[in-house]
């Protein structure tokens, strides 16, 4: 049996703060399935505040307790914003009941911080859930950011 498919979003944020916004690529096992996208200026103060929201919960000294539909409200968001673009081709790239191992690299703390492991994948004919995918974020150094 293979590896697992690996979904590589990578993130860096380009302009100046509180104007930038969010420059990212969408890998599959490391082959480019779209690059170059851009946030709106909207859709990245949205994740900004996404991302303060979820780390002031740990601020305040506990862990983040919310109802399952608001992680469900929550996951679908960050869906939209990073994979609703490349989803078909994710999805047409990955066989039916494969474990898929979803991996976000970015040197921005907003976009680390970020609750990915909520992050929802659709299960339309491709079993998806928080127990059928892997999450893990790490710091990208710069040259990870061209996609191969």
Same mark, same amino acid.
Request: hydrophobic share 40%; proline share 7%; charged share 15%.
């Given at each position: 049996?293979?590896?697992?498919?690996?979904?590589? #979003?990578?993130?860096?944020?380009? $302009?100046? =703060?509180?104007?930038?916004?969010? #420059?990212?690529?969408? #890998?599959?096992?490391?082959?480019?399935?779209?690059?170059?996208?851009?946030?709106?200026?909207?859709? &990245?103060?949205?994740?900004?505040?996404?991302?303060?929201?979820?780390?002031?919960?740990?601020?305040? $000294?506990?862990?983040?307790?919310?109802?399952?539909?608001?992680?469900? @409200?929550?996951?679908?968001?960050?869906?939209?914003?990073? #994979?609703?673009?490349?989803?078909?081709?994710?999805?047409? $790239? @990955?066989?039916? $009941?494969?474990?898929?191992?979803?991996?976000?690299?970015?040197?921005?703390?907003?976009?680390?911080?970020?609750?990915?492991?909520?992050?929802?994948?659709?299960?339309? &004919?491709? =079993?998806?859930?928080?127990?059928?995918?892997?999450?893990?974020?790490?710091?990208?150094?710069?040259?990870?950011?061209?996609?191969?």
């Amino acid at each position: 049996m293979g590896q697992d498919p690996t979904i590589t #979003l990578s993130i860096k944020e380009t $302009g100046e =703060s509180p104007n930038s916004t969010y #420059l990212f690529h969408v #890998l599959l096992d490391g082959n480019a399935i779209i690059s170059n996208q851009c946030l709106s200026s909207q859709d &990245s103060r949205s994740v900004r505040e996404v991302s303060s929201r979820f780390g002031a919960l740990f601020e305040q $000294g506990c862990g983040p307790e919310t109802d399952a539909d608001a992680q469900r @409200v929550l996951g679908k968001q960050l869906f939209d914003f990073w #994979l609703g673009l490349s989803w078909e081709k994710i999805k047409a $790239g @990955v066989p039916v $009941g494969a474990l898929r191992f979803l991996v976000i690299a970015s040197e921005v703390p907003e976009i680390l911080n970020l609750p990915g492991s909520s992050c929802y994948l659709p299960m339309v &004919s491709f =079993s998806a859930s928080i127990h059928s995918s892997k999450f893990a974020a790490f710091p990208a150094p710069p040259s990870s950011w061209r996609p191969s």
